[in-house]
């Protein structure tokens, strides 16, 4: 059964990885010309799944307790 707590860090959790999301696309926006918002969004999707795959990586690895 899911609790309150778990919601609450999942949400956190979920801030933190929009907030990483948004500042590096505001990067790529000063190298990348998006032809239209699809593209752009589709972009953003990339980025946040190559995100989640990297955190998955390294919570699986030996640095996960200094986390």
Do not use: C, G
């Not at 899911?2 to 956190?12: E, L, Q």
């Not at 959790?13 to 998006?34: R, V, W």
């Amino acid at each position: 059964m899911i609790t309150a707590p778990d919601y609450t860090r999942y949400f956190k959790i979920k801030q933190l990885i929009n907030a990483e999301i948004d500042e590096a696309m505001e990067e790529e926006k000063e190298h990348i010309k998006f032809d239209n918002e699809r593209e752009e969004e589709s972009f953003r999707d990339d980025m946040i799944a190559n995100y989640l795959a990297f955190l998955k990586v390294d919570l699986q690895s030996d640095n996960a307790s200094d986390i």
